[in-house]
């Protein structure tokens, strides 16, 4: 089903990329005529749609730009589509595959990533890819950064199916440009260079694990870890007393059981969380036992109180030597206090879960939870596009927010190497948590907040785009920016944003080349203006 649902969705952009095309075509047509004729019909491709709005402070006559086109690459020329796509491979499948090695780029499974293909070597790789009988039309993509003078390579990479190829005005020089798609995760073992040329490289694929819930089964079938024990004696009210070696043996089996109705997955979220929360929990232990036994020293007293009144002997009411009546009536409003308060301790205990961790610690890793916390965090910071539709997928809602979520390249790779749903989630949901402003690398100048955060593409925040040179630049897009200088004059032509002219835009403070700022060609269209902040130039510190 999900197999249809991608290929109908293809087919709808390759169409609605056709009909840019033709639009695109007339409006030249037309500006060779008039020159004047830009103004009013050099927007076909931005006629407010289902996904756009006129806002409320813009006129009849001007326009939304169209996010949709920005996620469609339209920028790359037409379209060929690919056959023989294929499913995704079995976790632990060894494949070797051709390489793309990209600076700057993390690439996530479900995720698109453009590519301009030049150099011959290149070329001959993506020719292997599409005619590899082990896994067609797949090819490997791994992060490289720089360390001082070095090349260093990312361990962890994602494998791209070669979604369909673009031909760019045919090119003489039989370069074309290729639409990819992340699908897996897996982990390079070796790499070596392919008597073609290109780099190869034997990665095994990670073996994803499934979304966890917190173990409904669990709860009901075990007796408390912390169980009070009494015993009722004829003669007299005894207090609750714990004995330590039938609950020591308690606990103990109550673990064995638990463990033993556990599934596999489930295990490995038990152990997850009683590692992490074992000194927390055990100091809340210390306090209880303390609790406990002041509870257990004032009822001993009142019932020893109680006891002696009731048997006639010392009794010092009696012989005129005890306590007058309205001390007595107080002693006995004191009993009656604490019996409550022993009934409502004793019943807060009855209460406790019986699973062996409290409720709210598996809690902590239940994906599916997670996931609405995380989307729900989304939907405040970024707004668009709404998660609603992968909520219940934990796994590829996890790998959707760590495509689009606008910090650092190094922060994205990290969380691409985080094996577990759950902890991708946790740690997604701290960074949107504490995502606040964007500095320069370099030099950590703030140039950037949260607030000025601008979404140009219905993919969202964040993405990758591909210059006629053949570099890959995943960016981020703010309506406002803070200290960058412009450099040379806006060009229209190769712009990934239609009807944008660029300008390359440097950090004012060291001169690093930051990204670009975009600016409308006609005084129609909406935003008028935006920057494009490269993820390769961001620092990781982003609060």
Known sequence: M??????ERERLQIELIRELDFEELQVEEVEEDSPDSDEDDGLAAFRVTSHTRLSDNLGADELIFNPDVASLHTYLGEVEDTPNRIASVDGGTVLKLPLFYLEGVVLFPESTLPLRIIQSSFLAAVERALNQTNAPCTIGVIRVYREGHQFKYATV?????????????RLSDG??????????????????TDVEGFPCGEVHIVDEDVPLRTPRDAFGKLVPVSNLRGRCDSSKMSTFTPHRDTDEQSVANSEESFEGGLTLSEKRLH??????????????????VVSTSNIQSSASHSYSSRSIGCSGQDDR???????????QGKDQKHYRLTSFREKTDLNRFRMAPRAFWPYWVYRMYDSYHLAQRAADLWKQIVGVPNMEAVVNKPDILSFFIASKIP??????????????????????????ESFDRVRCKHCQTVIARRSDMLVMSSDGPLGAYVNPHGYVHEVMTFYKANDIALRGRPVLKDSWFPRYAWTIANCATCETQLGWLFTAA???LKPSSFWAVRSSQVADDMR
Do not use: C
């Open 2 to 7: 999900d197999d249809d649902r991608i290929l």
């Open 157 to 169: 990479g994602t494998t791209a199916e070669v979604a369909f190829i673009r031909q760019y005005r």
């Open 175 to 192: 370069s074309f440009n290729v639409i990819t798609r992340g699908q897996q995760r897996f982990r390079l073992k070796r790499r070596w």
């Open 271 to 288: 152990h997850s969380a009683v590692d992490s929360i074992m000194d927390d929990w055990t100091s809340s232990d210390d306090d209880q």
């Open 317 to 327: 009411n009696e012989s005129g030597n005890g306590k007058s009546p309205v001390s």
């Open 407 to 432: 910090v650092s390249e190094s922060i994205r790779q990290e969380l691409l190497e985080i094996d577990g749903v759950s902890y991708r989630l946790q740690r997604e949901i701290e960074l949107l």
């Open 522 to 524: 006609n005084k129609k």
